[in-house]
């Protein structure tokens, strides 16, 4: 069996066997790394997908001459196209306050700087369009007040945020596995009682 550098040789002579079997190889790693981020507007399938990315630009840019492994390399390819496409999704949060709607108003306790959700709002709208905005807003407010709890919905809106599972770990006092937990919790109960 043929290591990773053999492996990334023969891909750059075009090799495309070795090409499968390398990203063959690394496709679970990827989706090991990816569970550990969230992108916003998007799902585990798109942070995936972003981890592959990292995963070419790894082949592309690996030299054997230097100390280091494949492996090495790649997982730091791949957290690194990761985070880039999250800080990318993430650069919208940080639009005027107009778009931005208060969750204090529904959340319990919320003495926190957590207090806004970040939503995407078309400045070229109807009135009309404005009004459904808002109606479906609130709708969504309801629904995630009905179906989350307190601690999942201080862990929704971190999340929302742009906060890192280290993050909402230490402001929430909760371990990093029981953040992703939670985050899968609600994404399963959001998607349920949204059908």
Not at 138 to 167: A, C, H, M, P, R
């Amino acid at each position: 069996m043929p290591t990773d550098e053999e492996l990334v040789e023969k891909i750059r002579k075009g090799d495309d066997n070795a090409e499968n079997e390398l990203f063959s190889r690394y496709k679970d790693l990827v989706v090991k790394i990816s569970r550990g981020y969230f992108l916003v507007g998007g799902d585990i399938e798109d942070i995936v997908q972003e981890g592959m990315i990292g995963l070419y630009k790894a082949v592309k840019g690996y030299s054997s001459h230097k100390e280091t492994t494949f492996k090495t390399f790649a997982v730091l390819c791949i957290k690194h196209q990761i985070q880039t496409a999250i800080r990318r999704a993430n650069t919208n949060r940080n639009k005027p306050l107009s778009t931005a709607v208060s969750f204090q108003s529904f959340v319990s306790n919320a003495n926190e700087s957590l207090d806004y959700l970040p939503i995407e709002l078309v400045f070229d709208t109807t009135p009309a369009e404005k009004v459904i905005d808002k109606e479906n807003f609130e709708k969504l407010k309801d629904t995630i007040k009905s179906t989350l709890n307190e601690q999942e919905i201080k862990v929704l809106i971190s999340y929302l945020q742009g906060f890192s599972y280290k993050e909402i770990s230490q402001s929430l006092g909760l371990s990093q596995k029981s953040i992703d937990n939670s985050l899968t919790r609600i994404k399963s109960k959001l998607r349920a009682k949204m059908k």
